[in-house]
């Protein structure tokens, strides 16, 4: 009887705790303005798309298990959608926001409000653009707070400065876009990198803007590193300062320092930084990682400046700060000590799947598309990119992928995504011409909702090997192994981590290498796995899952809101 009594009384503490942290939780409520601004930079100013008038957009900043309620006004003249990159959308993939999969474009002069709750996540996030490349200068910070009355696993910080670091043109992205499409090549490269929209003070005209982080002497400060950049992977240092990373991609992980970070595009990692140098002007400062041999890339640095307080009215206030040594733009070896650092902390590390019901084998990589030598076919030897992953080259259709399959549309796609490549070769070598123009297809790949799902995601070298950053909408996943060269199923799997393996949104897939990712298909909807260098996208690396229960249901999913927008 007095187990039966504990057991009860221990239910009843479970079920307080649930109410009172559901009755702390908040619901924020924004107004979103899609509107072109001029913005000068590097000497020169010229229209850009920003959300209210600011670049970068509105930091959000919410607990976990609050409700983000957000109307989208769209006053630009293209069409928009935005994404809540990291949100896993728990019964509301209609707030996911990639245009033609989960919803059709918000029109010039329309508005949509999106609705979610974030649901045991904490960290830090973002939100984008999820329309042409309109990312390229319209994003922002999300930091997700622990529950009211909860703290951080790791020593509390002083101040929490979202830094997110971007790439700049000197003209209006959506024409280097129509320049990319039009000519079949690749796209120019970025003229600058930027931190929270500024170049820094090695740039021309840039002096004035640059950020700056202002601290005391002893102070440890929580840094939320962002990668917004459209193309580009990048390293990230600060001067003399060591760095302590306890979270990437909004899960937290197993400490552990560094002086250098990596991250892809659309990842984010929290490094913690202890101001315990000689008082003075540190930069911090980010350039390339450009996997890719022989690809032109923008081999510029972007900096900021850490400066402490009583460093100010000093002599070392004037000098010019600290420059870090960075690693060379090719140091792969760099990246992948940094990758291979990160460990999952126990509570995670508890979910890894073991037994697989979906063993699926992705090719991701670039190809070309013969044509007709001319003005609109400048890639290598008069031919186009193209991109695919198992051979097949992602279209997006002319209505949403999610609205064609709640609503029974015909013709829209198929759930034929093949799951292993169509033919098998040297992925990493010398790949045969007749595997280098891949088809074209709207191919999804279905899944039965709770099903045990492992990926390996193989690099290709049809045109030159690359790291790719692969992301998962709707879902966090585990990275069980990594390595280079082409995938051996029968050893390879000897050395996955099943133990701590780091969890993360996006995964960099390693140069001439592959990668081994699992989840549990727990998220009914239909979900985009897809490259986040944005020319990629363009070019078709990418594909979608559609999670379903047994009876051909989107299980548990809320109905579609009265103002979706319609193709």
């Known amino acids: 009887m007095q187990g039966q009594n504990n057991d009860l009384f221990l239910s009843i503490l479970a079920i307080l705790g649930f109410v009172i942290s559901f009755a702390n939780a908040e619901i924020h409520h924004h107004e979103f303005v899609v509107e072109a601004k001029p913005v000068k930079r590097l000497c020169r100013t010229h229209n850009i798309i920003t959300v209210n008038g600011k670049f970068p957009g509105p930091i959000l900043t919410v607990r976990n298990g609050d409700t983000l309620v957000i109307k989208v006004l769209n006053r630009a003249r293209y069409n928009v959608t935005l994404h809540w990159h990291g949100i896993r959308q728990l019964r509301t993939p209609w707030a996911d926001g990639p245009e033609y999969v989960t919803q059709c474009p918000i029109q010039p002069g329309a ?124 390293f990230f240092t600060v001067a003399n300062h060591q760095l302590t990373v306890v979270g990437v991609d909004a899960i937290y992980h197993k400490p552990f320092a560094t002086r250098v970070i990596m991250l892809g595009p659309g990842q984010t990692t929290d490094v913690l930084l202890t101001a315990n140098q000689q008082p003075a002007r540190y930069y911090m400062a980010a350039r390339a990682y450009a996997s890719a041999r022989g690809v032109p890339f923008d081999n510029t640095t972007t900096t900021g400046i850490l400066e402490y307080k009583t460093a100010k009215g000093g002599s070392s206030s004037a000098a010019r700060p600290l420059l870090p040594r960075l690693p060379a733009f090719n140091d792969t070896a760099t990246a992948t000590a940094f990758e291979n650092q990160l460990r999952s902390i126990p509570s995670e590390a508890a979910k890894v799947p073991n037994n697989i019901d979906h063993s699926l084998f992705f090719t991701v990589g670039l190809g070309f598309v013969n044509c007709n030598p001319g003005p609109r076919c400048q890639g290598p030897n008069n031919t186009r990119f193209a991109a695919s992953m198992n051979n097949v080259s992602f279209v997006l259709p002319r209505t949403s992928l999610l609205q064609a399959y709640y609503n029974n549309i015909p013709g829209i796609f198929t759930t034929d995504f093949p799951p292993v490549p169509p033919v098998q070769f040297n992925y990493t070598g010398n790949v045969p011409r007749s595997l280098w123009q891949p088809r074209f297809g709207t191919k999804l790949y279905k899944l039965s909702f709770g099903s045990t799902v492992q990926i390996v995601l193989q690099d290709t070298g049809i045109f030159v090997t690359e790291d790719h950053p692969i992301h998962l909408h709707g879902y966090h996943f585990f990275i069980v192994g990594q390595g280079f060269g082409n995938f051996n199923p029968q050893t390879d799997p000897a050395r996955f981590n099943l133990v701590d393996p780091p969890v993360r949104n996006t995964i960099d897939v390693p140069v001439g290498g592959w990668a081994v990712i699992r989840f549990v298909a727990d998220n009914p909807g239909v979900w985009l796995f897809h490259c986040h260098i944005d020319a990629h996208l363009t070019w078709g690396l990418g594909m979608a899952f559609l999670v379903e229960n047994g009876k051909g249901e989107l299980q548990t999913v809320e109905p579609p809101p009265a103002d979706l927008p319609q193709c």
């Open 111 to 234: 508005s949509y409000t999106y609705r979610f709750t974030i649901e045991d996540q904490e960290g830090t996030l973002w939100w984008h653009a999820h329309s042409k490349w309109l990312r390229a200068t319209v994003y922002g910070a999300l930091a997700i707070l622990p529950k009211q009355g909860s703290l951080y696993p790791f020593r509390q910080p002083n101040h929490e400065v979202p830094l997110i670091l971007g790439e700049w043109w000197d003209r209006d992205i959506i024409s280097v876009l129509r320049q990319a499409i039009f000519t079949g090549a690749a796209p120019n490269a970025s003229d600058a990198y930027t931190i929270n929209g500024q170049p820094g003070d090695v740039y021309r005209c840039s002096n004035k803007g640059t950020f700056r982080v202002s601290v005391n002497s002893g102070e440890t400060v929580l840094l939320r590193v962002i990668n917004a950049a459209l193309n580009q992977q990048l």
